[in-house]
T-cell receptor, first 114, second 115 residues
Framework: AQSVTQLDSHVSVSEGTPVLLRCNYS??????LFWYVQHPNKGLQLLLK????ATLVKGINGFEAEFKKSETSFHLTKPSAHMSDAAEYFC????????????WGAGTKLIIKP | NAGVTQTPKFQVLKTGQSMTLQCAQD?????MSWYRQDPGMGLRLIHY???????DQGEVPNGYNVSRSTTEDFPLRLLSAAPSQTSVYFC??????????????FGPGTRLTVL
């Protein structure tokens, strides 16, 4: 069975410092992987996606993620946090033959300290 | 384009009542889906549709019905509301071509409370 684990429920960083949100997946097949962001009381927005092209994926707002097959990881990073990055982030996995279903991680709440 | 719209934004029901959550998209997307979001959990798929007239169950379908008579609309019906259905509900759509690689567009959500 496929699954996705976000290793931290909360991450707190100071403004201007790097951000690391961790995601591990398990899958018997080559996955597609996504990161979505949800700002407070807002809908969900795609940050970036990996679909078997380049392993380092760049997204919106300065975020990027690296697909590491050997570690089954897809961690999200940003060099310098901004107050507007405070939100909940979801790692999502889907299989090439998953019958249109996405598997969502439980989410990581990113807190930015001034 | 309005994107994905959902109504209502908030709803309070009593146990046993029925209601329909509305979802519409104007992007001519074939694929539409309904999720629920509960605290401490990711989104869980309730039902989905790959085109007009075609629907299928997701991870948590019990207590919910859907239909897809047009490409634009995908209503979610609660047959007899229960407190366990208190949640935030999101509708999403995407184009079907290479669906798994395409971005899902989400509506703003419906916050439902069942007393």
């Amino acid at each position: 069975a496929q699954s996705v684990t976000q290793l931290d429920s909360h991450v707190s960083v100071s403004e201007g410092t790097p951000v690391l949100l961790r995601c591990n997946y398990s899958s018997s097949y080559s996955p597609s992987l996504f990161w979505y962001v949800q700002h407070p009381n807002k809908g969900l927005q795609l940050l970036l996606k990996y679909t078997s092209a380049a392993t380092l994926v760049k997204g919106i707002n300065g975020f990027e993620a690296e697909f590491k097959k050997s570690e089954t990881s897809f961690h999200l990073t940003k060099p310098s946090a901004h107050m507007s990055d405070a939100a909940e982030y979801f790692c999502v996995v889907t299989l090439m033959d998953s019958n249109y279903q996405l598997i969502w991680g439980a989410g990581t709440k990113l807190i930015i300290k001034p | 384009n309005a994107g994905v719209t959902q109504t209502p934004k908030f709803q309070v029901l009593k146990t046993g009542q029925s209601m329909t959550l509305q979802c519409a998209q104007d992007m001519n997307h074939e694929y539409m889906s309904w999720y629920r979001q509960d605290p401490g959990m990711g989104l869980r798929l309730i039902h989905y549709s790959v085109g007009a007239g075609i629907t299928d169950q997701g991870e948590v379908p019990n207590g919910y019905n859907v239909s897809r008579s047009t490409t634009e609309d995908f209503p979610l019906r609660l047959l007899s509301a229960a407190p366990s259905q208190t949640s935030v509900y999101f509708c999403a759509s995407s184009s079907s071509a290479g669906h798994n690689y395409n971005e899902q567009f989400f509506g703003p959500g419906t916050r439902l409370t069942v007393l």
